[in-house]
């Protein structure tokens, strides 16, 4: 069998982003001296990424149609957490007012879905259009004004900062105190015990049907990734624990990850953008794909907005501007390609961690944040040159 | 003396349906327009609000050139542009009051910069082949940043201009000012020239193609037209005349708009835009340098960006952090409403400054019956949306 | 007697302004391979689309009885559930998903909502060996040669359970080789009793492996023809049914035609393909057109006219391209791009007026002068009214029927607007017309009006190469024919000389290897 041997140069273009990740994130942390690893700084990571995960999951699935993308989404994320802040203000029960934001990102979802899967509305337009009038609805909701967030019950579930983390159960139980939190290692390492099983399982399916796929290197990779995962779950329980964001990211990840790896509508997404005739002449619905692709990131903004509103405790009208571009930026880094059926949630995360080091990072070195957003601009520039001229080259 | 007739002229039927569907926006902004009037108890009416209206919008109409080529090409953006005008804005304060380079000196090199942004980006755009949108995405990122960061210089993040007089009265300000209330005669005659030279080109053309054997419209059809656009000219002109004379702004988006009009009509260029955006392989295949084309799509929106951004910065008499915001939607929807095709291969400078004016009305309306401001952004979003549905809609019954 | 699976009644098929299928009735036994056979344009794929419901029930008018049971289907997946499944020309995959992925899309194992990829592939696995394919189903489509794609095609119709299985063109990309191999494939699954229907222009691969062979022409069934017996049906009889019509009156005569120099000499050309560049689609041809002359370019589908045409015209197509041209006995070499090649008088009219021929949504007047806007501008200002007047004397010329030339060209019939293609290429006054299938898709009258048109082109001097896959059309027109095949010319007859056996014998020759 010779499937398995990669030359040194199919092997670097293949894991591009994954060797940029980990050149920046040695770099800062040279450059700040060790800082940027420290516990805190990891915490931070999370948190404040925390709706760029959540907003590029749903991106990437409207990317795979064929390279459309959602530039209403930061709109929504604010108009969806406005609502949300104000119910809360007036003493409306939390979970209904959660359930408002989320049912807001979706309607919104399905509504512009229309005009882009029915209509044939060019998706940037219809979006342009949404970026406008939500950014409106908030600014109407809100007053102009910000409007504060006091239900602790809120904050804690959904990530409102340093103090909001799983306790430590376990240590409550056996009456010991102090750090590292072991609620938060143990999670880590059932985690990685899973992590681990499945990936065995994977292995021994493979041997029984005889599927070639080097073993070698699936153990590396698992060792690898156990690895950091280790390293940054002993960081978070060295500081206050497991933050309770990360609850709400690892899920949208892994659910976004199942449906585009084992759902139908998963493959019936790759293949509308990679070759949409072909897709409709196998008995696919396309408009129903697109239609889920913009359901779905509408939703997320929903999500993206309690989020938001729970790490600011409150709301803002300016809030969730630059989002979309966040959350395009980092399926593009993370291997999307501009026109469709190409892209993969692992390298979104990529893309996503990659823009948050360097984001940190440069606030850390005390860049200026103005250049930080010509740094941003370069970035995706560059990932986007990359992968269009990689392409040619094959041709 | 035998008079060689070549052809009897046809004269073309006036179909009043098809009539209303040609016209519908600009039959929708003198709706609008009245409804305003109307409900601002005749504000909407002053001098005053054509002045503002002219000066408020002077960029959507010199922007909206630009992006109406980059659209005709395939319905292609520019989502940089605001931005860039920051940076310009930025620049050009730099070059104006920091490094004392002279007015002239500056406007050459604030040019050259659009020209290189624009060389670069057609570049990528053209040769490279990245994706319009996405490499001017870049631009919209990292532009503003950079120019906030130049900036930075001054403590209040804004340059004033206020020691350049030469520069503000280039593109800002009135010509020949008279004081408000009183006729101010160059801006009328200006204003009977112009209605003049419609009526002239409009009998022109009649006897010309009368001449030829041509298809023509009934006469009625021919004078209506005269009759409407030389009273829409006269009465634009008085308004501005009684609120103090040209703006100059009008001087300088009446050349583009001009130019551009006649670029788009009449030159082979011109058509070579139309044809690559309706079909770019035949295109292709009929000698058409597509390629090239796109290039100078791009590189033409940056020069024009350029333009807008100086008139921008005059009107504000300083550079602003965010000098250019939402400046790509404004042009972006001014195309679209006027029936610039979101496909590409559609549209018309005349179209597009119709709709920049239906939503300037629109805006200044909105404005002037104290709407409140977001949900004047609502209706901006709404109106967009709703003119790329009915341009899909009509197109796809002719299909 | 055989039982009758699959029986199509009194179809009758129409679009705007044609009509495609005529009252067709057509059977297929169980068990057998049924040949559709007939000319381009003669209604074999809209029938199959019809079979297949990709023209659902309601926009066509007849019956469809699949075993026994009159079929209403509304889409693909309904034909697909009695297991009439369809493999299409254009090849249905997604270049950058796996062939297991592409199998299994729009027929997922598992459930919707999770996918059970293992038993995806170990049965992909399965289908691919049984289609004689060695590689994993992991391997990406985009991966793998043309030929095995059609192979991949065929697994995920076997994967679809197929009873019925229908092949449009199978071997129309596929070397000798692969073509034997898939022919050999079929005969095999008829002998695990599975019904096939193939269409193909390939009539000695016809004669090879069908039982029964339909001739469909100008929408109509002419014949059914039996090959059951020991001897195979010979190629001829095949030829005789699909083309037979009466010559008489059908092509205009020739008035003054005189041939002088030579003005188009190509040697040693040779053109690979774009995408995959070992692979030569135009293979050292040599040829050359005098002036006055019509020079017919016989050959059939896949055969490479298009593509020589395309890569003589500035090398708007293909890579890899080498050999010399000589124009008027000078050595030349048109730069990259369509203006240079048309700067040296050629002019391509294009075989697919819509798709990239004509700009559709402009007028005729745009149309007209696009290829030649220097003749009616001044320093790049377009002169309105020398346009129109060029327009309008082009739509007199060839009596295009509109009402203005003001008219959007896509509102036109086939007929007008290919005289509008031909009308701008005439306009830029070459010397050296390429027509590519000049009367595809347009009725018998127009077909006439556009004979004369080209008459009159040869006459005024212009050399003229006619592609066409209409034989009668080449041999009625031209003065002189070439016949290529599978990118390489095999035969050059005087048009006195040529019949339309001796030209087909020349093909089947060449296919055979010799």
Same mark, same amino acid.
């Given at each position: 069998?010779?499937?398995?041997?990669?030359?040194?140069?199919?092997?670097?273009?293949?894991?591009?982003?994954?060797?940029?990740?980990?050149?920046?994130?040695?770099?800062?942390?040279?450059?700040?001296?060790?800082?940027?690893?420290?516990?805190?700084?990891?915490?931070?990571?999370?948190?404040?990424?925390?709706?760029?995960?959540?907003?590029?999951?749903?991106?990437?699935?409207?990317?795979?149609?064929?390279?459309?993308?959602?530039?209403?989404?930061?709109?929504?994320?604010?108009?969806?957490?406005?609502?949300?802040?104000?119910?809360?203000?007036?003493?409306?029960?939390?979970?209904?007012?959660?359930?408002?934001?989320?049912?807001?990102?979706?309607?919104?979802?399905?509504?512009?879905?229309?005009?882009?899967?029915?209509?044939?509305?060019?998706?940037?337009?219809?979006?342009?259009?949404?970026?406008?009038?939500?950014?409106?609805?908030?600014?109407?909701?809100?007053?102009?004004?910000?409007?504060?967030?006091?239900?602790?019950?809120?904050?804690?579930?959904?990530?409102?900062?340093?103090?909001?983390?799983?306790?430590?159960?376990?240590?409550?139980?056996?009456?010991?105190?102090?750090?590292?939190?072991?609620?938060?290692?143990?999670?880590?390492?059932?985690?990685?015990?899973?992590?681990?099983?499945?990936?065995?399982?994977?292995?021994?399916?493979?041997?029984?049907?005889?599927?070639?796929?080097?073993?070698?290197?699936?153990?590396?990779?698992?060792?690898?990734?156990?690895?950091?995962?280790?390293?940054?779950?002993?960081?978070?329980?060295?500081?206050?624990?497991?933050?309770?964001?990360?609850?709400?990211?690892?899920?949208?990840?892994?659910?976004?990850?199942?449906?585009?790896?084992?759902?139908?509508?998963?493959?019936?997404?790759?293949?509308?953008?990679?070759?949409?005739?072909?897709?409709?002449?196998?008995?696919?619905?396309?408009?129903?794909?697109?239609?889920?692709?913009?359901?779905?990131?509408?939703?997320?903004?929903?999500?993206?907005?309690?989020?938001?509103?729970?790490?600011?405790?409150?709301?803002?009208?300016?809030?969730?501007?630059?989002?979309?571009?966040?959350?395009?930026?980092?399926?593009?880094?993370?291997?999307?390609?501009?026109?469709?059926?190409?892209?993969?949630?692992?390298?979104?995360?990529?893309?996503?961690?990659?823009?948050?080091?360097?984001?940190?990072?440069?606030?850390?070195?005390?860049?200026?944040?103005?250049?930080?957003?010509?740094?941003?601009?370069?970035?995706?520039?560059?990932?986007?040159?990359?992968?269009?001229?990689?392409?040619?080259?094959?041709? | 003396?035998?008079?060689?007739?070549?052809?009897?002229?046809?004269?073309?039927?006036?179909?009043?349906?098809?009539?209303?569907?040609?016209?519908?926006?600009?039959?929708?902004?003198?709706?609008?327009?009245?409804?305003?009037?109307?409900?601002?108890? %005749?504000?909407?009416?002053?001098?005053?609000?054509?002045?503002?209206?002219?000066?408020?919008?002077?960029?959507?109409?010199?922007?909206?050139?630009?992006?109406?080529?980059?659209?005709?090409?395939?319905?292609?953006?520019?989502?940089?542009?605001?931005?860039?005008?920051?940076?310009?804005?930025?620049?050009?304060?730099?070059?104006?009051?920091?490094?004392?380079?002279?007015?002239?000196?500056?406007?050459?090199?604030?040019?050259?910069? %659009?020209?290189?942004?624009?060389?670069?980006?057609?570049?990528?755009?053209?040769?490279?082949?990245?994706?319009?949108?996405?490499?001017?995405?870049?631009?919209?990122?990292?532009?503003?940043?950079?120019?906030?960061?130049?900036?930075?210089?001054?403590?209040?993040?804004?340059?004033?201009?206020?020691?350049?007089?030469?520069?503000?009265?280039?593109?800002?300000?009135?010509?020949?000012?008279?004081?408000?209330?009183?006729?101010?005669?160059?801006?009328?005659?200006?204003?009977?020239?112009?209605?003049?030279?419609?009526?002239?080109?409009?009998?022109?053309?009649?006897?010309?193609?009368?001449?030829?054997?041509?298809?023509?419209?009934?006469?009625?059809?021919?004078?209506?037209?005269?009759?409407?656009?030389?009273?829409?000219?006269?009465?634009?002109?008085?308004?501005?005349?009684?609120?103090?004379?040209?703006?100059?702004?009008?001087?300088?988006?009446?050349?583009?708009?001009?130019?551009?009009?006649?670029?788009?009509?009449?030159?082979?260029?011109?058509?070579?835009?139309?044809?690559?955006?309706?079909?770019?392989?035949?295109?292709?295949?009929?000698?058409?340098?597509?390629?090239?084309?796109?290039?100078?799509?791009?590189?033409?929106?940056?020069?024009?960006?350029?333009?807008?951004?100086?008139?921008?910065?005059?009107?504000?008499?300083?550079?602003?952090?965010?000098?250019?915001?939402?400046?790509?939607?404004?042009?972006?929807?001014?195309?679209?409403?006027?029936?610039?095709?979101?496909?590409?291969?559609? %549209?018309?400078?005349?179209?597009?400054?119709?709709?920049?004016?239906?939503?300037?009305?629109?805006?200044?309306?909105?404005?002037?019956?104290?709407?409140?401001?977001?949900?004047?952004?609502?209706?901006? %979003?709404?109106?967009?949306?709703?003119?790329?549905?009915?341009?899909?809609?009509?197109?796809?019954?002719?299909? | 007697?055989?039982?009758?699976?699959?029986?199509?009644?009194?179809?009758?098929?129409?679009?705007?302004?044609?009509?495609?299928?005529?009252?067709?009735?057509?059977?297929?036994?169980?068990?057998?391979?049924?040949?559709?056979?007939?000319?381009?344009?003669?209604?074999?794929?809209?029938?199959?689309?019809?079979?297949?419901? $990709?023209?659902?029930?309601?926009?066509?008018?007849?019956?469809?009885?699949?075993?026994?049971?009159?079929?209403?289907?509304?889409?693909?997946?309904?034909?697909?559930?009695?297991? $009439?499944?369809?493999?299409?020309?254009?090849?249905?995959?997604?270049?950058?998903?796996?062939?297991?992925?592409?199998?299994?899309?729009?027929?997922?194992?598992?459930?919707?909502?999770?996918?059970?990829?293992?038993?995806?592939?170990?049965?992909?696995?399965?289908?691919?060996?049984?289609?004689?394919?060695?590689?994993?189903?992991?391997?990406?489509?985009?991966?793998?040669?043309?030929?095995?794609?059609?192979?991949?095609?065929?697994?995920?119709?076997?994967?679809?359970?197929?009873?019925?299985?229908?092949?449009?063109?199978?071997?129309?990309?596929?070397?000798?080789?692969?073509?034997?191999?898939?022919?050999?494939?079929?005969?095999?699954?008829?002998?695990?009793?599975?019904?096939?229907?193939?269409?193909?222009?390939?009539?000695?691969?016809?004669?090879?492996?069908?039982?029964?062979?339909?001739?469909?022409?100008?929408?109509?069934?002419?014949?059914?023809?039996?090959?059951?017996?020991?001897?195979?049906?010979?190629?001829?009889?095949?030829?005789?049914?699909?083309?037979?019509?009466?010559?008489?009156?059908?092509?205009?005569?020739?008035?003054?035609?005189?041939?002088?120099?030579?003005?188009?000499?190509?040697?040693?050309?040779? @053109?690979?393909?774009?995408?995959?560049?070992?692979?030569?689609?135009?293979?050292?041809?040599?040829?050359?057109?005098?002036?006055?002359?019509?020079?017919?370019?016989?050959?059939?589908?896949?055969?490479?006219?298009?593509?020589?045409?395309?890569?003589?015209?500035?090398?708007?197509?293909?890579?890899?391209?080498?050999?010399?041209?000589?124009?008027?006995?000078?050595?030349?070499?048109?730069?990259?791009?369509?203006?240079?090649?048309?700067?040296?008088?050629?002019?391509?009219?294009?075989?697919?007026?819509?798709?990239?021929?004509? @700009?559709?949504?402009?007028?005729?007047? @745009?149309?007209?002068?696009?290829?030649?806007?220097?003749?009616?501008?001044?320093?790049?200002?377009?002169?309105?009214?020398?346009?129109?007047?060029?327009?309008?004397?082009?739509?007199?010329?060839?009596?295009?029927?509109?009402?203005? @030339?003001?008219?959007?060209?896509?509102?036109?019939?086939?007929?007008?607007?290919?005289?509008?293609?031909?009308?701008?290429?005439?306009?830029?006054?070459?010397?050296?017309?390429?027509?590519?299938?000049?009367?595809?898709?347009?009725?018998?009258?127009?077909?006439?009006?556009?004979?004369?048109?080209?008459?009159?082109?040869?006459?005024?001097?212009?050399?003229?190469?006619?592609?066409?896959?209409?034989?009668?059309?080449?041999?009625?027109?031209?003065?002189?024919?070439? $016949?290529?095949?599978?990118?390489?010319?095999?035969?050059?007859?005087?048009?006195?000389?040529?019949?339309?056996?001796?030209?087909?014998?020349?093909?089947?020759?060449?296919?055979?290897?010799?």
């Amino acid at each position: 069998m010779n499937e398995n041997k990669m030359s040194v140069g199919a092997f670097f273009q293949k894991y591009t982003m994954v060797i940029a990740l980990v050149v920046v994130v040695i770099f800062f942390a040279i450059a700040t001296g060790g800082n940027s690893l420290m516990p805190g700084s990891i915490n931070n990571l999370i948190s404040q990424n925390g709706y760029v995960f959540v907003l590029a999951a749903g991106m990437l699935l409207c990317i795979l149609t064929g390279g459309n993308i959602d530039l209403s989404v930061g709109s929504v994320v604010c108009f969806a957490a406005a609502v949300g802040c104000v119910l809360m203000a007036n003493k409306v029960n939390m979970w209904i007012a959660v359930l408002a934001m989320l049912g807001i990102g979706l309607a919104i979802g399905i509504f512009q879905g229309f005009w882009i899967a029915k209509v044939h509305v060019p998706a940037f337009i219809a979006t342009l259009s949404g970026m406008y009038a939500f950014r409106g609805f908030s600014n109407v909701v809100l007053g102009g004004f910000r409007v504060d967030i006091t239900n602790e019950q809120f904050l804690m579930l959904f990530g409102g900062g340093r103090d909001c983390y799983i306790p430590d159960f376990i240590r409550q139980w056996t009456g010991t105190t102090g750090k590292p939190n072991l609620t938060c290692l143990a999670i880590g390492g059932i985690a990685i015990l899973v992590y681990v099983l499945m990936t065995v399982r994977k292995i021994s399916v493979q041997k029984k049907l005889n599927i070639h796929q080097s073993i070698p290197g699936q153990i590396i990779t698992t060792a690898l990734i156990s690895g950091v995962i280790g390293f940054i779950i002993w960081q978070l329980a060295s500081l206050r624990g497991f933050p309770t964001v990360l609850i709400w990211i690892a899920l949208v990840l892994g659910i976004y990850q199942y449906i585009t790896t084992k759902t139908a509508i998963g493959r019936h997404l790759y293949a509308v953008g990679g070759n949409e005739k072909a897709t409709a002449l196998s008995g696919v619905k396309t408009r129903n794909v697109y239609w889920f692709a913009y359901a779905s990131i509408g939703l997320m903004a929903g999500l993206a907005g309690i989020l938001t509103a729970a790490r600011a405790k409150g709301i803002d009208p300016v809030y969730g501007e630059g989002y979309e571009m966040d959350a395009i930026a980092s399926c593009f880094i993370g291997g999307a390609s501009a026109y469709g059926g190409i892209g993969k949630v692992s390298g979104m995360i990529i893309g996503a961690v990659l823009m948050g080091v360097i984001n940190q990072g440069m606030n850390m070195v005390g860049v200026d944040s103005n250049l930080q957003k010509v740094v941003k601009g370069l970035v995706l520039l560059g990932a986007v040159v990359f992968d269009v001229m990689s392409k040619r080259q094959k041709r | 003396m035998e008079k060689s007739v070549v052809n009897q002229s046809t004269i073309r039927k006036a179909d009043p349906v098809s009539l209303l569907k040609k016209n519908a926006m600009l039959i929708i902004l003198v709706l609008v327009f009245i409804f305003f009037t109307v409900m601002t108890r %005749g504000r909407m009416f002053n001098p005053n609000s054509f002045a503002a209206l002219i000066n408020q919008n002077a960029y959507v109409y010199i922007l909206g050139c630009g992006m109406l080529m980059c659209m005709l090409t395939g319905g292609n953006i520019d989502l940089s542009c605001g931005a860039f005008v920051c940076l310009l804005g930025a620049m050009g304060g730099m070059m104006m009051v920091y490094w004392g380079m002279g007015t002239a000196l500056s406007i050459v090199a604030l040019l050259a910069l %659009g020209v290189a942004y624009g060389c670069g980006l057609g570049a990528l755009i053209a040769y490279v082949r990245v994706p319009p949108w996405i490499a001017t995405l870049a631009g919209y990122l990292a532009f503003r940043g950079l120019g906030t960061a130049i900036l930075g210089v001054s403590s209040t993040n804004s340059i004033s201009f206020n020691n350049n007089p030469d520069f503000l009265n280039i593109f800002s300000g009135t010509l020949f000012r008279t004081p408000e209330g009183e006729l101010n005669w160059p801006c009328m005659i200006v204003g009977i020239v112009g209605a003049a030279l419609v009526v002239l080109l409009i009998f022109k053309n009649r006897t010309t193609r009368l001449k030829k054997g041509y298809e023509v419209d009934q006469l009625g059809m021919d004078v209506a037209k005269c009759v409407l656009g030389a009273a829409a000219i006269l009465l634009v002109m008085f308004k501005l005349a009684m609120s103090g004379g040209i703006p100059t702004t009008l001087v300088w988006v009446g050349i583009v708009v001009l130019f551009y009009s006649f670029i788009t009509s009449k030159t082979t260029i011109g058509r070579h835009f139309y044809v690559v955006g309706g079909n770019i392989e035949a295109a292709r295949l009929s000698g058409v340098n597509t390629k090239r084309i796109m290039f100078i799509a791009y590189l033409n929106m940056a020069v024009l960006t350029t333009i807008a951004a100086m008139t921008t910065m005059t009107r504000f008499t300083a550079a602003n952090a965010d000098a250019g915001k939402n400046f790509e939607m404004d042009a972006i929807s001014a195309c679209v409403v006027g029936g610039v095709s979101a496909s590409g291969g559609a %549209g018309t400078v005349l179209g597009m400054v119709i709709g920049a004016t239906l939503i300037g009305v629109i805006n200044l309306g909105m404005f002037q019956v104290n709407l409140d401001a977001n949900y004047q952004r609502v209706v901006k %979003g709404f109106v967009l949306l709703a003119a790329v549905v009915f341009d899909i809609l009509s197109n796809k019954k002719k299909s | 007697m055989a039982k009758i699976l699959l029986e199509m009644k009194n179809i009758t098929k129409t679009f705007p302004g044609v009509k495609a299928l005529d009252n067709v009735n057509f059977k297929v036994e169980e068990g057998e391979i049924h040949a559709l056979v007939g000319e381009n344009g003669a209604g074999k794929s809209t029938l199959m689309n019809v079979l297949s419901g $990709i023209y659902p029930y309601g926009s066509y008018d007849g019956d469809i009885i699949y075993d026994g049971n009159v079929c209403k289907f509304s889409n693909i997946k309904d034909s697909e559930k009695l297991g $009439i499944v369809i493999i299409h020309q254009e090849l249905a995959l997604v270049p950058e998903m796996t062939i297991g992925e592409n199998m299994y899309l729009g027929n997922e194992r598992g459930h919707k909502f999770a996918i059970d990829w293992n038993t995806t592939y170990a049965e992909a696995d399965k289908y691919l060996k049984m289609v004689g394919l060695s590689e994993s189903s992991k391997t990406q489509v985009k991966d793998i040669g043309t030929g095995k794609q059609q192979l991949v095609e065929i697994a995920k119709a076997l994967a679809k359970q197929a009873k019925l299985l229908i092949l449009d063109e199978p071997t129309s990309s596929l070397n000798e080789e692969d073509s034997r191999a898939l022919l050999d494939l079929m005969l095999g699954f008829k002998k695990q009793g599975m019904t096939m229907i193939i269409i193909s222009h390939k009539l000695n691969e016809v004669a090879y492996v069908a039982d029964t062979i339909t001739v469909v022409r100008d929408g109509a069934t002419i014949e059914t023809i039996d090959n059951h017996g020991a001897e195979p049906v010979s190629e001829e009889r095949i030829i005789r049914g699909m083309v037979g019509r009466e010559m008489t009156n059908r092509f205009p005569k020739r008035e003054g035609v005189t041939i002088g120099s030579t003005m188009l000499e190509v040697s040693h050309w040779t @053109v690979h393909h774009p995408l995959y560049p070992e692979r030569k689609v135009v293979d050292d041809v040599s040829m050359y057109v005098r002036k006055g002359e019509v020079v017919g370019i016989y050959g059939l589908m896949g055969a490479g006219r298009t593509e020589l045409a395309m890569s003589i015209f500035g090398q708007t197509y293909g890579t890899n391209i080498s050999g010399e041209l000589k124009i008027d006995g000078k050595p030349v070499k048109i730069k990259k791009g369509a203006d240079d090649a048309i700067k040296h008088k050629i002019a391509y009219v294009t075989e697919d007026r819509k798709g990239n021929g004509l @700009v559709l949504s402009q007028s005729i007047k @745009v149309n007209t002068s696009l290829a030649h806007l220097d003749a009616i501008s001044k320093h790049t200002v377009i002169d309105g009214d020398k346009e129109y007047a060029v327009a309008e004397e082009y739509r007199k010329k060839l009596k295009t029927k509109t009402p203005t @030339v003001e008219q959007l060209v896509g509102n036109l019939s086939g007929g007008n607007q290919q005289k509008v293609l031909l009308a701008k290429w005439m306009f830029a006054e070459p010397d050296i017309m390429l027509l590519d299938e000049p009367t595809r898709g347009i009725d018998v009258g127009a077909k006439y009006e556009i004979y004369c048109i080209i008459n009159d082109l040869a006459a005024a001097g212009k050399s003229v190469v006619m592609i066409s896959s209409e034989l009668p059309e080449v041999l009625g027109m031209s003065d002189r024919i070439y $016949i290529m095949n599978e990118g390489k010319f095999v035969g050059e007859m005087k048009a006195e000389d040529a019949t339309q056996e001796n030209i087909m014998a020349m093909i089947l020759q060449s296919g055979r290897g010799a």
